[in-house]
């Protein structure tokens, strides 16, 4: 079975400081993993995902298959990063599973 | 219709009745999901299908079925609601695996109280 787990509820950090969000899964294939955010008031919007390993508004995510980890990193933070974030896997057969989202509060 | 869409966007349901949310995209992905969101919990997956004519069991099935019958509609009905089906429902709909562009698209939700 798949398992995606983000320890986190709850980030606070203050704007300019690094933030890291925690995604640990468990599958026994090649999974797909991803991370989405979630704006007030806003629909759930893919972030990035582990295969374009690309940088989206300052965030990055490295796949770590020897740990199983896929934590998503930004060495700035700013106000408007405050969101609702999950970490995902797709795996064979389009099971997509979420964790349990960590919230995070940027102060000024 | 563009991307996503999901209806009712709130409902207030005596406990026992039947309802149906409904969901649908005109995207051509073959993949569709529904999620329950609820405070602390995340995202939990309670049904979902590969393409028209399938379904699949995700991580909290009970209480809820779906069917497929075209690619484009995926309607998540509650037999006889319960207060604990209270949340805010999410449809998904993705881009079968294997293809280069497999991010999966949200609806707006649906957020529904069982009294």
């Known amino acids: 079975a798949q398992r995606v787990t983000q320890p986190e509820k709850l980030l606070s950090v203050f704007k300019g400081a690094p933030v890291e969000l925690k995604c640990n899964y468990s599958?026994?294939?090649?999974?797909?993993l991803f991370w989405y955010v979630q704006y007030s008031r806003q629909r759930l919007q893919l972030l990035l995902r582990?295969?374009s390993r690309e940088s989206i508004k300052g965030f990055t995510a490295d796949l770590n298959k020897g740990e199983t980890s896929f934590h998503l990193k930004k060495p700035f933070a700013q106000e408007e990063d405050s969101a609702m974030y999950y970490c995902?896997?797709?795996?064979?057969?389009?099971?997509?599973?979420f964790g349990g989202g960590t919230r995070v509060l940027v102060k000024p | 219709i563009a991307g996503i869409t999901q209806a009712p966007t709130s409902q207030i349901l005596a406990a026992g009745r039947r309802m149906t949310l409904r969901c649908t995209q005109d995207m051509r992905h073959n993949a569709m999901y529904w999620y329950r969101q609820d405070l602390g919990l995340g995202l939990r997956l309670i049904h979902y299908s590969n393409t028209a004519g399938t379904t699949g069991k995700g991580e909290v099935p009970d209480g809820y079925s779906v069917s497929r019958a075209n690619t484009d509609d995926f309607p998540l009905t509650l037999a006889s609601a319960v207060p604990s089906q209270t949340s805010v429902y999410f449809c998904?709909?993705?881009?079968?695996?294997?293809?280069?562009?497999?991010?999966?698209?949200f609806g707006q939700g649906t957020r529904l109280t069982v009294v």
């Open positions: 599958y026994s294939g090649s999974p797909e």
């Open positions: 995902a896997l797709r795996a064979a057969g389009n099971k997509l599973t």
């Open positions: 998904a709909s993705a881009a079968r695996t294997g293809l280069k562009n497999t991010e999966a698209f």
């Open positions: 582990h295969i």
